[in-house]
């Protein structure tokens, strides 16, 4: 999947957004896109990032019950 950053955009903000998840997916993205953390923390505005293909598997996230 091909996305455009935007202004202030972080790698992991990226895959939050398009892909609802960070976790692993951010690694993957790195390989796939070699030289982008030489950039910094924010990702050029307007510089296409390839993010890794979406997991057939929803993600789920572990909660915590205050009451239990």
Do not use: K
Not at 38 to 46: A, L, N, Q
């Amino acid at each position: 999947m091909l996305v455009r950053a935007q202004q202030y955009d972080t790698l992991d903000l990226l895959c939050w957004r398009h892909l609802g998840a960070s976790a692993s997916v951010v690694e993957a993205a790195l390989e796939l896109n070699p030289g982008l953390a030489e950039s910094g923390p924010f990702i050029p505005h307007g510089q296409l990032v390839t993010l890794p293909a979406p997991s057939a598997t929803p993600a789920t996230r572990q909660t915590i019950n205050l009451w239990d």
